[in-house]
């Protein structure tokens, strides 16, 4: 930023800077705060939303100035005004002047590329249009059906054992299996590519090597798909009109697999770890007066996944939050203090139930795409663990609780929890927390339907009091005891056939269970 004398934001209007040797923290040249050593940035949001007012100027690495839009509103008029502010950094005054440097820690976050995420204009609508046009055919019953069997298998893992860290052990798995899926490669999810995933977010220094790795493997499933296509994402991606090069095709299949991985392993920790922590919200579940859904939104307000986005670029000089800004200016999307704008909300905890106007997945052009496969894997994961480990409960004291944060989000470490043990159970089966031990594979004629007169090796005789042949156990609901011509009791007597129809029960429970998403 480079304001002068008589902006609103110059040295006149700020604090002296402190003077040699003087141990103030956080601090830099003209009094301006330096983001990256805040200890606690909620804190210092609204410190600096009482000192400047929604636009407030602040330090990154190296000293380069940078303004952190706090204000909701203001927020929203930034993302949603591609005329006056672009996601385009080679704009950016201090990265033109050589101010930042090619080794600047926050490079990979800004560093211009060819992807629907930096571009404006045509180009931006031919990417993101390709990237829109292939979730379109994402089918969301598919879908929680794969997040329901992959939280069964990730359970299934730790349930017996009555203890586990559920952010090693669920949260940072579910969503990198989903996706895995999702995009078509799901015999590429391990624990590496959790790992490499995980190592590129915290920027460490073999994160350019886990991104090679991560760009390899979808580079190859580009070439496979292009050659092979299948009803996955990637195939999709590749039939849009927008004709993406492999090269497009796999960046972009990183953006929404890192972004949406990223998003949905905050959410979903951030979620649990409130429900252990918070009589009043896990009653509110308990006892009806809130949804899961309804519990993740909540979520997305208190702790949203991404507290900051890199950034935004002013194309022209212009006024935002009564702050004058140049030119080159770089902004910083402020997702966590617009969320808690005591414009929009009464208080910092205040129940937000029925309000999606948060700015968890951003706005305006550059709106996350993925935010509803998002939200899929945080409903119906935290709805399944809860259901498959009813009394789960913190391991630790809640401040025992230990986070890795950056300016861009809060990444909870670990969530140590006890349970009852409980046994595995079938991954294609409802969860339910009764036990249910897995049952074997069944043979292939179990799929089908039983023929009148065809007695299937090992099955009990047929009945003295009739000819029908008792239904295979496995084509029953878990639970519910089969009966020749009788319903199961704990069937809807509205959704139930009739004794004597033509139409085998197991063929029934079948098509309830697909209904469901199960």
Known sequence: MTPEPDSPTGPDDLAPAPPPGCPAHGTGPGGLHRLHEARDLRVLYEQLREQYGPVAPVLLHDDVPMWVVLGHAENLHMVSSPSQFTKDSRIWTPLRDGTVKPDHPLMPHIAWQPICAHAEGEELRRLRGAVQGALEFVDFRALRRHIGRATQRLVNQFCETGRADLVARFTEHLPMAVMCQVLGMPEEYNDRIVQAARDMLKGTGTAIASNEYIMDC?????????????????????????????????????????????????????????????????????????????????????????????????????????????????????????????????????????????????????????????????????????????????????????????????????????????????????????????????????????????????????????????????????????????APAAEDPHTAPAAGAARPRGAWQRLLRWWRGY
């Not at 959410?267 to 519990?295: D, K, S, Y």
């Not at 902004?331 to 029925?354: C, F, H, K, S, Y």
């Not at 700015?359 to 550059?366: C, I, N, Q, S, Y």
């Not at 994961?381 to 913190?394: A, E, K, S």
């Open 218 to 486: 979808l580079l190859r499933l580009t070439v496979r798909r292009r050659a092979r296509p299948e009803d996955d994402l990637t195939s999709h991606l590749i039939d849009q009109p927008a004709g993406l090069t492999d090269e497009e095709v796999g960046q972009h299949l990183r953006v929404v697999l890192i972004g949406t991985y990223e998003a949905s392993a905050n959410l979903l920790a951030n979620t649990v770890r409130r429900v252990l922590t918070e009589p009043g919200f896990r009653a509110q579940l308990n006892g009806g007066q809130m949804t899961v859904p309804e519990a993740v939104e909540q979520s997305l307000w208190d702790e949203p996944p991404f507290s900051t986005i890199f950034g935004y670029f002013a194309k022209q000089d212009t006024e935002l939050g009564g702050r004058r800004i140049r030119r080159g200016d770089g902004l910083l999307l402020g997702i966590a203090p617009g969320n808690a704008d005591p414009r929009v909300r009464p208080g910092p905890t205040a129940d937000m139930q029925g309000n999606r106007s948060h700015l968890a997945f951003g706005g305006g052009p550059h709106e996350c795409p993925g935010q509803d496969v998002g939200r899929a894997i945080a409903d119906v994961g935290v709805d399944m663990l809860l259901t498959r480990l009813p009394d789960v409960r913190l391991d630790c004291e809640e401040t025992e609780l230990r986070w890795t944060e950056s300016i861009a989000s809060r990444h909870l470490l670990e969530l140590p929890v006890r349970f009852t043990p409980r046994p595995q159970q079938d991954e294609r089966s409802k969860p339910s927390h009764t036990p249910h031990p897995v049952e074997p594979s069944r043979p292939e004629w179990e799929i089908g339907t039983a023929t009148k007169g065809r007695r299937p090796e090992g099955s009990p005789e047929p009945s003295a009091m009739g000819s029908a042949v008792p239904e295979p156990a496995a084509a029953v609901e878990p639970g519910v005891a089969a009966k020749p011509g009788v």
